[in-house]
């Protein structure tokens, strides 16, 4: 991507300060997310009775483990968005200019698309049919990363661990409208 930017600026398609901007958005989602995204799965891992289990006895579920908690604990909340042309939302006719608040959080949830949405299921299929990295041209660029990020963590602490249980500090979301991203997670190991 860095090297894509350099491009654009030598092509004189964008300017430095654009790029760089880029970058930094770029940077902050993808620590956000990962920061996130392996915060929450830890959280579910020891708060679902019988997950550590069963993934330690079956580490090939990781991979799982890793969308169903990125389904259900999405680390941005949605995103907003302006309407570039006249188009329809559902039952809603949209106008260019118009603005949106997608909340992905809540299509992760929708028993229309999913079946038993709210649960967690490391057997269902099209586990990768959620919306917590985006869509199509949002689609999040570090998405496979960040998948990758959470399978290290989980195979390396259970490498390294025989039990991993929630503190007497608990877990703490930060309060927050647009990210799900816990501000304390208090976890003992042994």
């Known amino acids: 991507m860095t090297g894509h930017l350099a491009q654009m600026i030598d092509n004189g398609v964008t300017d430095s300060t654009t790029a760089r901007n880029i970058l930094l958005v770029l940077n902050g989602a993808a620590v956000e997310t990962t920061m996130s995204l392996i915060g929450n799965t830890l959280r579910l891992l020891v708060e679902t009775p019988g997950l550590q289990t069963s993934l330690r006895e079956n580490p090939s579920l990781i991979p799982a483990l890793a969308e169903e908690s990125a389904r259900l604990e999405s680390p941005f909340k949605g995103h907003y ?110």
């Open 81 to 190: 968005r302006v309407v570039m042309r006249r188009c329809r939302l559902g039952e809603i006719e949209l106008e260019p200019g118009d603005r949106l608040q997608l909340l992905w959080a809540s299509a992760n949830r929708d028993e229309s698309a999913i079946e038993d949405a709210d649960h967690m299921d490391l057997e269902r299929p099209n586990l990768r049919r959620h919306l917590a990295y985006g869509h199509g041209l949002h689609f999040c660029l570090g998405a496979a990363l960040a998948r990758q990020e959470v399978r290290v963590v989980l195979e390396r602490l259970f490498a390294h661990t025989n039990r991993i249980w929630l503190g007497n500090g608990g877990a703490v979301l930060i309060p927050s409208l647009f990210v799900r991203r816990l501000e304390r997670l208090d976890l003992r190991f042994s």
